[in-house]
């Protein structure tokens, strides 16, 4: 059985940095990707970033481009996510996942972590 174990997060003032950390467990997971979801109160649940664990190729949303930063390690089938600049609008449940690409623009995610609140205060 697959499961993704998330870590890290909490309470930052505006500015500040935070990262948060999955590991999955139950299978291998060569040519999987490993990405990050959030979900703010009342809203749904958007993209982040990804990240391909063997080819270490990246993707981010642009809201967060120039200030996190995703990685991986395909050894131990993990990523984090190193968040700096937060914002306010950056409070939200960040959710691990993970999932195989099915073609040259579709990515599908199949496995969810439970989720890790971060918290920025102004």
């Known amino acids: 059985q697959v499961q993704l174990v998330e870590s890290g997060g909490g309470l930052v003032q505006a500015g500040g940095s935070l990262s948060v950390s999955c590991t999955a467990s139950g299978r291998a997971f060569s040519g999987y990707v490993m990405g990050w979801f959030r979900q703010a109160p009342g809203k749904e649940r958007e993209f982040v970033a990804r990240i391909s664990l063997s080819a270490g190729s990246t993707s981010y949303a642009d809201f967060v481009k120039g200030r996190f930063t995703i990685s991986g390690d395909n050894a131990k089938n993990a990523v984090y996510l190193q968040m700096n600049s937060l914002k306010p609008e950056d409070t939200a449940v960040y959710y691990c996942?993970?999932?195989?690409?099915?073609?040259?623009?579709?990515?599908?995610?199949?496995?969810w972590g439970q989720g890790t609140q971060v918290t920025v205060s102004s």
């Open positions: 996942a993970l999932g195989r690409r099915t073609s040259s623009t579709s990515i599908i995610f199949n496995y």
